[in-house]
Nanobody, 116 residues
Framework: QVLLVESGGGLVQPGGSLRLSCAAS????????MSWYRQGPGKEREHVAW????????RYAGSVEDRFRISRDNAKNMLYLQMNNLKTEDTAIYYC?????????WGQGTQVTVSS
């Protein structure tokens, strides 16, 4: 059974930082491209950041590329999202996503709320 379990969400003030983690199990993690998506209240799901299987290439949505950093540790089956200078518009549920060929999996999400 494939499991993607996010953690690290919470309430933070504007300008603050959070680090999200995603623990993967039940799959060959090092073979999967990994992503973070988010869905804010009343908004469609947005692809925030992406990293290839070996971690050497990353891509970001324009709204976060100067503030967020995606990384992975294939030895630990872990995916991370470092989020700096958070803004109120970053408030959303953040999802971990794994994809390899036609196989893809989602985590259950972790809530991030940016508010003063």
């Amino acid at each position: 059974q494939v499991l993607l379990v996010e953690s690290g969400g919470g309430l933070v003030q504007p300008g603050g930082s959070l680090r999200l983690s995603c623990a993967a199990s039940g799959l060959s993690f090092g073979e999967y491209a990994m992503s973070w998506y988010r869905q804010g209240p009343g908004k469609e799901r947005e692809h925030v950041a992406w990293i290839i299987s070996n971690g050497r290439v990353t891509r970001y949505a324009g709204s976060v590329e100067d503030r967020f950093r995606i990384s992975r540790d294939n030895a630990k089956n872990m995916l991370y999202l470092q989020m700096n200078n958070l803004k109120t518009e970053d408030t959303a549920i953040y999802y971990c996503h794994a994809k390899w060929g036609t196989a893809e999996y989602w985590g259950q999400g972790t809530q991030v709320t940016v508010s003063s």
